[in-house]
Structure formats: C-alpha cells, structure tokens
C-alpha cells in the first residue's frame, strides 16, 4: 500500500517495518541503559533527509532502518569486545566509525546521507561510553574525512589511502582531546591509544571490504568498484556483443563516450553512465541481423515485414535485454539503463510506415515503447546519446553547424515529449549536456586536410628490367 505526503510517496509496508526496527533498537538500548533521546534524533535526521532537503538517492525507509540497526549495534559490540580489557577507558575510541561512514558513501554516493550517519554514530559512541563528549567530537572528525576521501573512488587502493588518512585524523583529535589540559608528552597510555586507534582503522578497513559486497546484494545498488568489474570486456555478455553484433558494440562504445562526458558536465555518475551504455543493447544479441548498424551485407530485412512485425522486433531488444541481464545476474541498476533508455518514445521510422499503409488509423500510441521514462539522470543521459549517435551517423556532412542543429534538435524534443520529467535534470543540465555531446561529436568527425604525394616516389622512372643491362 502506498500514499502520498508533500509530493512524496511513502511505501506503508516499508515505514511500517521501518517503525519496526526502531522500536526494536529501542528495547536494545534501553536494556543497555543508553538514552532513547538518540532515537528521537535519528528519526529527526531521517525526516531532514527525506522531506525537508529532499536528498536523491536516498534508501528506502527498510534499508535506513538496516543502516541505523547496524549504526547501534557497532558502538554496541565494540563496547561488548572492550569490556574487561585494560583500554576500557578508551573504549569509546575503538568504535569503527570511520568504516561505516566510508561504507554508507560507497553505496550511496551521497555525502549528505554519510554526514547525517557520521553524526548520529558519534553521539551513539559518546552515549554508550557514558556521555564523553570527547568520543564524539574525535568519531566525527574521523568519519568525516573518511567520507570525504571514498568519495566515488574506483581502485581499492584508494580506499586503503581513505582509512589511512581517517584514521589518523583520528588518532590526531584523540590524542589532541585527551592531552588538552596536559602536556603533549608521549607517554605509554599515548602509545595504548596509538594501539588503538590503528586496530580501529584495520576493523574499519575489514567492515568495508568484507560487507560492501553483501549489502550491494542486499540493497540493491552498485559501487564504483563493482562498476569497474563490469566495465571489463571479457565480461560474457560484452565479448558477445563484439563477436555477434559488432555494430551494435561499436555504437554502445561511441554512447558510452558521449554519456560520460556528459555525465561529468553536470555532476552524475559518469562511470555508472559509461557501464550502463555498454550494455543497454544487450538485447540486440538475440537477433543482430535485424538492427542496421549490424547489416555487412545491406539487406533491409525488414523490407518484406509488416511495420508491426518489425516494431515488435525492436521492441523486443529491451525486453529481451532484460531478461538476458537477469540471467547473467547484472546489478539492477545496469538492468534499469535496459529497461528505460527509450522511454516512452516513438518508433519514429515505423510508425511512418504505418502510416503510409494506413493513413486513416492513429498509430501512436501503439509505436511507442512501453516505458517506463528514464528515473535517474544517467539513464536519461544514455537515452539521448543513444538517438544522438545513430542520427549523427545519417548525416551526408557532419559540419559542426548541422552536428549542432541535430543534437539540440533531439534534446529539445525529448524536453518537450515530457520523457525528461522523471529524472531531475535542469534546463541548466540539458544545456551542458548540450554542450558536451556537441563537442564530442565534433572530434568524432572531425575533418583531415588531405597529404599531398610523394611526387619523387610517383614519378621514379622504373629500373631496368630483369636481364637488361
């Protein structure tokens, strides 16, 4: 069941649930004698997030309540592992913050959302290690940077470089927030928290490495790094695509390039954009012949097929895209570029064959795709590099003036078709989108002067011949 509240659709089961854990976390913590005052706030931070600065990107409500469960139980169990041992005092160091915080912006790529986390768990901290509000300030100053440094990274070295340097912002503010009233000598109780502060960075590292893969699964989403692994060629689906229909691998390239760039004008994720254009025709697998970018022979096979056969036929690539990526397991976001590149847009070429046929029937509807509309800005980038890079490729002469024409011609009608409407992009991203794709196609068509003859090596009188003297 769903309704709506101030333009924001709200999944009942999803809240109820949600409402679930929170009383959950409640009885966890009020058995541990942990003010409930914390829930209040993290419910204040969640509100914020959701309807008063409206973040993109953000998680379900179920999946908010799995991150504020496991934001308790860290603080929670690292105070359990710390009970009884000799750095009971510094216990409060040792929370793992730094990883969480790191791991929240790797799935999400939001900083706001991390912000919020880094600050709710340093409050946790301070609370369960009975309100030193030392521990709080020395978590949030860890985690921030830390979120800061994982920021759409792409190599796990980077993340190893994040929890270095977080960890030892960390140890920096500890040992700055301990020594603040006495002299800054290093004593053995400096090198116990020295100790611990490394093991809290080594714990951090293992939370990220060890559970990003499982909450990928379990959210839903994708990170760079696993980007990065599907962005490899000898990927099964992508080595099929060179060898089967190597067209359609030659223009998902040229998309690719197109999308990224823009994608990087406006601030998208330009490699979520690249990898998603390298396998938003995948469908075109099951019959290349069909797609004329994969035509050696320049049949048109569709020339003695009815337009509604034929619109069947290209209809299909996305649904059969889709099913091929669910096969092979892809991530749901890759399936998503499948499923709505086109949008709701007409099979223009088709359609006016029908109409040829048929003047007096309204074709439409019936030759537009299914949908649904592009839901994010990068699908919405893909969908229009698509159309921009097959029309580019019907120009007679690709000047910069007629490339231009042509891609604003497409932005523009797409903008007024309404297919735009449901992926947040601004008339300002539509013209450095604009732009970009302009630029880029400019240097793929670029003109070359024409190299004059070797006049020495044309007019070179010819050698004697074999047996003359």
Known sequence: MKFTIAKRTINLTNALIGIAFFSLMGFVLRIYSIDLSLLLFAFLLFVYARFLRKIENLPSYLDLSILTAVAVLIPLLTKMAFTGSTYGFFSGYAIPAIGFVILVTLLFENLELSLLFAIFIAFMGASIDGGDFNIAITLLSGSLPGALFSYRVRRRFELIRAVFLAGTVHFIVSFIMEHKDTSFAVTELDWDLFLICSVNGLVSLAIILIFQPIFEYVFRIVTNISLLELSDFNHPLLRRLILEAPGTYQHSLVVANLSESASEAIGANALLARVGAYYHDIGKLLKPDYFVENLVSYRDVHKDL??????????????????????????????????????????????????????????????????PKPQTKEIAIVGLADTIEALSRTLDEPTPSRIEEMVRDVVRKRFMEGELDDCSLTLRDLEKITQSFIRVLNAIFHTRINYPKDEDRNNKPAGPKEGQP
Do not use: C, W
Request: avoid cysteine.
């Open 306 to 371: 009815k337009p509604s056969m034929s619109k069947l036929i290209i209809f299909n690539h996305v649904k059969e895209g889709a099913e091929l990526a669910k096969k092979s397991h892809l991530n749901p976001k890759i399936i998503d570029f499948i499923l709505q590149h086109h949008g709701k847009t007409l099979v223009y070429y088709f359609y006016q064959r029908a109409k040829e046929l048929e003047p007096e029937v309204s074709h439409e509807e019936e030759y537009r795709y299914p949908g």
